[in-house]
């Protein structure tokens, strides 16, 4: 949910150049090639530490931008910092996906997988839409302190990620 406020901290710390969103859509694209095979073969041993593993790294992430933007203000204006953390998200990302569905296919037996994967994309979606609306009415305030929040709910998250039963 972090990578919007991600691009409009990019446009507010560097500008918009034009180049700008297209360094983080290569950035982005880079990260889901290399991380694929990773994060397939991670799931296939542990859905749920896959992504407990991909949410810390996405959580770790926020947090050292939030700390570089807000007290390294030289280094929050370099064009450099931001298709670095897009990509490292963007890996993160892959990661949480892949562990995700995973996890979900893992879990139900049979018929029930369809039911189980409609489910979960719909909660994703309702989560999403809620989550994004509050991200949307905070970042008013501050685009940093959006993702320094994002980054300590995927924290928590990470947490109740490992915390899930094993399923095969």
Do not use: C
């Amino acid at each position: 949910m972090s990578a919007p406020f991600y691009v409009l901290l990019a446009q507010k710390n560097v500008g918009s150049e034009s180049f700008l969103l297209g360094l983080l859509i290569i950035a982005n694209g880079i990260a889901s090639i290399i991380s694929s095979p990773f994060w397939g073969k991670q799931a296939d041993k542990s859905s749920k530490n896959t992504m407990a593993r991909a949410i810390t790294i996405a959580a770790i992430m926020g947090i050292v931008l939030f700390i570089i933007v807000t007290f390294f203000e030289g280094l929050g204006n370099q064009l450099w910092l931001y298709p670095i953390a897009f990509f490292i998200l963007g890996i993160a990302h892959g990661g949480v996906r892949a562990g995700r569905k995973t996890y979900v296919v893992d879990m139900a037996n049979g018929n029930e997988r369809t039911n189980y994967v409609a489910v979960s994309n719909t909660i994703i979606g309702v989560i999403l839409l809620i989550a994004g609306g509050l991200s949307a009415l905070v970042s008013i305030l501050s685009i940093e302190g959006v993702i320094l929040g994002l980054s300590l709910l995927g924290l928590l998250g990470a947490y109740r990620s490992y915390k899930l039963q094993d399923v095969e």
